[in-house]
């Protein structure tokens, strides 16, 4: 290695011991701690720019216990549709709009769709025709706010499966889970359950902007008085597939319709050794990967968000 190559990369090697010497005295052994409980939701209304008026989803109160492929047939709801779904290309095999993907997989779902509280709906269907593609919409009838989940197993080089959550009522440069609507992640989980996706399952959201950009997992799985018995495992692999996904986006530029195979960055090995080793030394490891990953993942995210990076160009027709 060139001389002046080897100091820059001795030097970006002490940070990474200096970034996790701090995590060490962090993770240090400590007493007992009480159970957690479930943090509370950071949601803030603020972060949807555009809501729809409520008298244009009453609508959806007629399609209640009927199959989602009625009401996805509906002249209403496909106007509805084109007014959440994002106006981007995306990869579903090959190029189409996020509303194309969900059409074929809510088209001849025989799912009943369903209304909680008298006011969110949710209409959901497993029958994609490939790629074990399977989707949702739901839809907050009071507040007017919308939400779409499309989850297949790419096979275009990213990392897979993966559940991608899309609304053109959001415009943000980053996003954490614990910023949607209680009520909407309520709906992923059970829908996840329903649909034997894992838990655990790369995330990525497509706002108001021409840019796929990660859905961080901020969730805490040991957070409550029933945490499964492998929670911090669960803590630590959430954190992992968060690092893949930023580190993929951040190879494919954000974006939304990506086709290329993730490549091992040098940077990025050397931190994964560094990280390892030093974590790997400690009675509990886990405490110590799981923060310093995160704070690797906000690294990546905040030195490429949306704000700083040039104006995509517009999808070929």
Same mark, same amino acid.
């Given at each position: 290695?060139?001389?002046?190559?080897?100091?820059?990369?001795?030097?970006?090697?002490?940070?990474?011991? %200096?970034?996790?010497?701090?995590?060490?005295?962090?993770?240090?052994?400590?007493? %007992?701690?009480? =159970?957690?409980?479930?943090?509370? +939701?950071?949601?803030?209304?603020?972060?949807?720019?555009?809501?729809?008026? +409520?008298?244009?989803?009453?609508?959806?109160?007629?399609? %209640?216990?009927?199959?989602?492929?009625?009401?996805?047939?509906?002249?209403?709801?496909?106007?509805?549709?084109?007014?959440?779904?994002?106006?981007?290309?995306?990869?579903?095999?090959?190029?189409?709009?996020?509303?194309?993907?969900?059409?074929?997989?809510?088209?001849?779902?025989?799912?009943?769709?369903?209304?909680?509280?008298?006011?969110?709906?949710?209409?959901?269907?497993? +029958?994609? =025709?490939?790629?074990?593609?399977?989707?949702?919409?739901?839809?907050?009838?009071?507040?007017?706010?919308?939400?779409?989940?499309?989850?297949?197993?790419?096979?275009?080089?990213? =990392?897979?499966?993966?559940?991608?959550?899309?609304?053109?009522?959001?415009?943000?440069?980053?996003?954490?889970?614990?910023?949607?609507?209680?009520?909407?992640?309520?709906?992923?989980?059970?829908? +996840?359950?329903?649909?034997?996706?894992?838990?655990?399952?790369?995330?990525?959201?497509?706002?108001?902007?021409?840019?796929?950009?990660?859905?961080?997992?901020?969730?805490?799985?040991?957070?409550?008085?029933?945490? =499964?018995?492998?929670?911090?495992?669960?803590?630590?692999? %959430?954190?992992?597939?968060?690092?893949?996904?930023?580190?993929?986006?951040?190879?494919?530029?954000?974006?939304?319709?990506?086709?290329?195979?993730?490549?091992?960055?040098?940077?990025?090995?050397?931190?994964?050794?560094?990280?390892?080793?030093?974590?790997?030394?400690?009675?509990?490891?886990?405490?110590?990967?799981?923060?310093?990953?995160?704070?690797?993942?906000?690294?990546?995210?905040?030195?490429?968000?949306?704000?700083?990076?040039?104006?995509?160009?517009?999808?070929?027709?």
């Amino acid at each position: 290695m060139h001389p002046a190559a080897l100091r820059g990369f001795s030097v970006f090697v002490l940070l990474i011991f %200096a970034s996790l010497a701090a995590a060490l005295q962090d993770s240090a052994p400590t007493a %007992a701690a009480p =159970p957690k409980e479930t943090p509370a +939701s950071n949601f803030d209304k603020t972060i949807f720019r555009t809501t729809i008026p +409520s008298e244009q989803l009453q609508f959806l109160n007629k399609y %209640a216990g009927q199959e989602a492929k009625r009401v996805v047939r509906d002249k209403q709801y496909k106007k509805l549709i084109k007014n959440i779904a994002p106006d981007v290309v995306f990869h579903y095999g090959w190029d189409m709009s996020p509303a194309d993907a969900l059409e074929r997989v809510l088209n001849d779902s025989q799912i009943p769709v369903q209304i909680h509280d008298g006011r969110y709906v949710e209409i959901s269907g497993r +029958s994609g =025709p490939y790629l074990q593609g399977h989707g949702f919409v739901w839809i907050d009838m009071q507040d007017g706010l919308a939400l779409c989940g499309f989850y297949f197993h790419p096979t275009n080089g990213e =990392p897979t499966p993966t559940v991608t959550v899309f609304s053109r009522q959001i415009k943000e440069d980053t996003i954490r889970m614990s910023q949607l609507p209680p009520a909407f992640a309520e709906q992923l989980t059970r829908w +996840s359950g329903q649909s034997n996706v894992a838990p655990i399952t790369t995330r990525y959201f497509i706002g108001d902007v021409n840019r796929k950009i990660l859905l961080e997992h901020d969730e805490d799985y040991c957070a409550g008085n029933h945490a =499964p018995s492998d929670c911090e495992q669960m803590n630590a692999d %959430a954190a992992d597939l968060d690092l893949q996904a930023a580190n993929y986006l951040e190879q494919v530029n954000y974006a939304t319709n990506a086709t290329a195979w993730m490549i091992d960055v040098p940077e990025q090995v050397a931190w994964v050794q560094v990280r390892n080793h030093t974590c790997n030394g400690l009675p509990d490891p886990l405490p110590c990967r799981i923060r310093v990953t995160r704070e690797r993942v906000r690294v990546i995210i905040n030195r490429h968000s949306v704000a700083q990076m040039p104006h995509s160009q517009p999808p070929h027709k």
